[in-house]
């Protein structure tokens, strides 16, 4: 099955500081990849969507500022979680969709980054 | 946002037992989707069923859709160790720019 990348797996950070995670499809055009925060024990919360060329779409109550999302190609999509605060500490978790292969296609998932803010 | 609910939240069996999982969600959907998350990684795909398909077999997994009730279930026969995790439901709702609504999830616990 198609492959995606997510990375760092783990990062630890200072407060104060910026974090960048990239998320990359190995072998197929992401032309949309989405941006989940996971809570200890709880489901995925989706912060955004992002489309290859063009803004992304942030859910309501996700600070565009802070979580800045850029799809510069249908390869890559980066989220950098800006002057990160303790409160930023999760999991975060991308996913891809073939572009190529229209609705009814799954999702694949990067295999999450956990942040630590200290 | 969250559309899907499941249940249980927590499912604890014995090895060799079967396990079921439900899932309910509120809109029309093109499709519903089971996923698995081992603890502290990314999301495993298992299965998508379509709005027109009933129920879908992979292996040890069936899962079945009943639109009408807007609920959806996960079954998983002959359950291993190696089947700890936890199971999502998620739905990718029509004009959604293939946005998927993700469900609580279950956590299942196989037991040796």
């Known amino acids: 099955g198609a492959v995606v990348s997510q990375h760092p797996s783990r990062v630890i950070c200072k407060s104060g500081t910026s974090v960048k995670i990239e998320c990359r499809s190995l072998d197929f055009q992401a032309t949309t990849m989405f941006w989940y925060r996971q809570f200890p024990k709880q489901s995925l919360m989706l912060m955004a969507t992002?489309?290859?060329?063009?803004?992304?779409?942030?859910e309501q109550g996700v600070e565009k500022d802070k979580f800045l999302i850029n799809h510069a190609s249908l390869t890559l999509s980066t989220l950098t979680v800006t002057s990160a605060h303790p409160e930023d500490s999760s999991f975060y978790i991308c996913s891809a969709r073939d572009g190529g292969q229209g609705m009814n296609t799954e999702a694949f998932f990067g295999q999450g980054t956990r942040l630590t803010v200290v | 946002s969250q559309q899907g609910e499941e249940d249980p939240q927590a499912l604890s069996i014995q090895e060799g037992e079967n396990a079921t999982m439900n899932c309910s969600y509120k809109t029309s959907i093109n499709n519903l989707q089971w996923y698995r998350q081992n603890s502290g990684r990314g999301l495993v795909h298992l299965i998508l069923i379509r709005s027109n398909e009933r129920e879908k077999h992979s292996g040890r997994l069936r899962v079945t859709l009943d639109t009408s009730k807007k609920s959806s279930s996960l079954l998983i026969t002959a359950s291993r160790a190696a089947d700890t995790a936890s199971y999502f439901c998620a739905t990718e709702i029509m004009d959604s720019n293939y946005q998927l609504i993700w469900g609580a999830g279950t956590k299942l616990i196989i037991k040796p």
């Open positions: 992002s489309n290859e060329g063009s803004k992304a779409t942030y």
